[in-house]
């Protein structure tokens, strides 16, 4: 049985990521931060094969003491500040902890191996949020990162420092360039479920409309339960490299609320949303599309759930929730 440690066990991609590990027999272990953070319950409730471990990643020491525990085989490094929108108001912190806890963790690896550093493989949730201002259509593992924001900038410190542990001690190291990815469990500060959430509330009669930023930019959006799945067979591999992986569609905020609103039967959604300065960034990054070749190719891995399924998926699962308020049994 092979031992698995998860940073970022309590975000959207730990949970699918911890259930997926379990099902093929890990032994799973996630790292929780903080002294009593509210999401730890969520872990207990979805998957209570997990042993918690304390700690975060700007804290060495924290972190080679769950090495120590967890004796990792794999470890996935997930955790990060993952907000774009939250990185320029709080760029030091981003950088603490999405850029330099990439280095923690793999200092961690190679304090807690030494000699044996070869034993261990890593996994690095980079994001296609570096090809930012994007330098090539479809972007690929070759295209020039051109980051627009301070997530985007530490993400990029962490691909390149995990492809020179790669290089400097041999260790297994895969970079994922992932795509965004969305499910019922994304967060509501991310544009795919404050918009869903909205449909939902709207179409309840709980709320009148909902105030987004660039409806114009466009995403290559795909289900997160299928992008941990990539993660795992990446580390799978005979040796650590560097995948992107995306659905190689791309549509536009409006286009993910035509769908949305058509869920609840809804065409026109004009009167229904609003447009606020306050959700336009600094710097946008207008347009993404992935080129996953590579990942179909060596890892054998492909998406299973089309834009239409994942939006209908969200709505109905937001209807769910948002139900009894409204007084409706869900
Ligand atoms: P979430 O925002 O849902 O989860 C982020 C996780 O990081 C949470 O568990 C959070 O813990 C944890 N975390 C934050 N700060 C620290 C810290 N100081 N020490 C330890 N853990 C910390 O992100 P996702 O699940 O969506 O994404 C997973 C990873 O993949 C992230 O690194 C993200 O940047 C990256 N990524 C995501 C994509 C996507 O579309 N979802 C695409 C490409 C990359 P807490 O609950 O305590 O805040
Ligand atoms: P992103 O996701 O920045 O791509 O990062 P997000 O859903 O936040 O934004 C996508 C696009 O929608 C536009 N937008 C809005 N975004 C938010 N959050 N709220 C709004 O009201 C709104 N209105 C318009 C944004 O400007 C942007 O263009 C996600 C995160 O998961 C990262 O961690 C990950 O690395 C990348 O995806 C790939």
């Not at 040796?239 to 549509?251: L, R």
């Not at 600094?282 to 993404?288: I, M, N, T």
């Not at 699962?317 to 049994?329: E, S």
Request: glycine letters at 8%; one cysteine or more.
């Amino acid at each position: 049985m092979p031992n698995a440690l998860i940073t970022g066990i309590t975000g959207q991609d730990g949970l699918y990521l911890a259930e997926l590990l379990l099902s093929k027999g890990y032994r799973v272990y996630g790292l929780v931060r903080g002294q009593n953070n509210p999401k730890r319950e969520l872990v207990e409730q979805l998957v209570p094969e997990v042993t918690i471990l304390t700690g975060d990643l700007t804290d060495l020491s924290s972190l080679l003491r769950a090495f120590a525990t967890a004796q990792p085989d794999e470890v996935y490094n997930l955790g990060a500040i993952s907000f774009v929108a939250y990185s320029w108001e709080n760029a030091a912190l981003t950088t603490d902890v999405t850029a330099k806890g990439v280095l923690n963790i793999l200092e961690a690896i190679r304090l807690y191996a030494g000699d044996s550093i070869d034993k261990i493989r890593f996994y690095q949730a980079s994001s296609s949020e570096m090809f930012g201002k994007v330098q090539e259509v479809p972007q690929r593992e070759s295209t020039l990162l051109w980051p627009r924001s301070p997530y985007g900038v530490a993400k990029a410190y962490g691909h390149y420092m995990t492809i020179n542990y790669r290089e400097s001690y041999g260790l297994h190291a895969s970079s994922g360039i992932l795509f965004n990815h969305e499910s019922p469990r994304r967060g509501y500060e991310f544009v795919t479920r404050k918009i869903t959430n909205a449909v939902a509330r709207i179409s309840l009669g709980l709320q009148d409309s909902v105030a987004l930023g660039n409806v114009d930019a466009q995403r290559d959006w795909g289900f997160a339960g299928d992008y941990v799945d990539a993660m795992w067979r990446m580390l799978q591999q005979p040796e650590g490299d560097n995948y992107v992986v995306a659905t190689g569609e791309t549509h536009s905020i409006r286009e993910f609320l035509d769908l949305a609103f058509a869920c609840v039967g809804i065409d026109d959604w004009a009167p229904y949303v609003t447009e606020d300065p306050r959700f336009m960034r600094p710097a946008e990054v207008d347009f993404l599309v992935g080129d996953s070749t590579k990942a179909h190719e060596k890892l054998g891995w492909k998406p299973t759930v089309s834009l239409p399924q994942l939006v209908a998926m969200m709505v109905e699962n937001d209807l769910a929730i948002q139900k009894p308020q409204a007084g409706l049994g869900s």
